[in-house]
């Protein structure tokens, strides 16, 4: 019993950190339903109002300057088992919106549009799903090799799933931010 009430205690107070809430980034413009982590890292999503046809999303991820940050590099990866996972490939590509990746006096931020990344086959969310629960796993230890975009990384000090609401996420003004992004190519890049 006493292990069940603690349980259901922490479970409600996970539950109530972790609610996405509105978030405006004031360089782009772009506002998103955004996951707000205790380490001050956080998971900004922007989708489409209209589902029809879509496999595009709009994220940022930022976090506060210590610990490792100060240049971001981004790749894909995929984990087959516990351990660093490592780069993958497909028709999915992210291109840097310029301004909403920057590094200021108290954060760094990257913002990308992430092309054919919402999969039909489950692999992540549908876009008529009503929520999504996204994975996220945390480390403020440095990647062994800082510029390699494809080093391996350290095992998390914190993971959890954030369940998004999509409707919330959703804005009309999907496609003009959507132009903001660069061409599809850069995997690396400095901030
Ligand atoms: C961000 O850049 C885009 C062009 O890429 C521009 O249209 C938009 O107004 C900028 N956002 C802000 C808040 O200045
Ligand atoms: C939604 O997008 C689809 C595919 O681009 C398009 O055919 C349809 O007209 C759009 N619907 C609305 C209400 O804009
Ligand atoms: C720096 O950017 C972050 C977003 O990553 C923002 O929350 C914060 O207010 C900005 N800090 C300053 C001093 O402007």
């Not at 996951?35 to 999503?45: A, K, N």
Request: charged fraction near 10%.
């Amino acid at each position: 019993m006493k292990v069940s009430t603690l349980l259901t205690g922490a479970l409600a107070s996970l539950t109530a950190a972790q609610s996405p809430a509105p978030y405006t980034d004031a360089k782009s413009g772009i506002t998103f339903s955004t996951f707000q982590h205790s380490s001050g890292l956080f998971f900004g999503l922007a989708l489409p109002t209209n589902n029809t046809g879509n496999t595009d999303f709009i994220a940022t991820v930022g976090g506060k300057g210590t610990g490792w940050s100060g240049s971001v590099l981004s790749s894909f990866r995929k984990a087959a088992q516990y351990g660093s996972p490592a780069v993958t490939t497909g028709t999915f590509s992210q291109s840097p919106i310029a301004n909403g990746t920057y590094v200021n006096s108290t954060h760094w931020t990257y913002t990308f549009l992430c092309q054919k990344c919402i999969q039909s086959d489950g692999t992540t969310f549908k876009t008529t799903d009503q929520t999504a629960n996204i994975g996220y796993a945390v480390n403020a230890n440095a990647p062994s090799q800082k510029t390699n975009v494809a080093s391996t990384v350290t095992k998390h000090s914190d993971a959890g799933q954030v369940e998004f609401d999509l409707s919330q996420a959703k804005s009309d003004k999907f496609d003009t931010w959507k132009a903001y992004a660069a061409p599809k190519t850069a995997h690396s890049f400095q901030a």
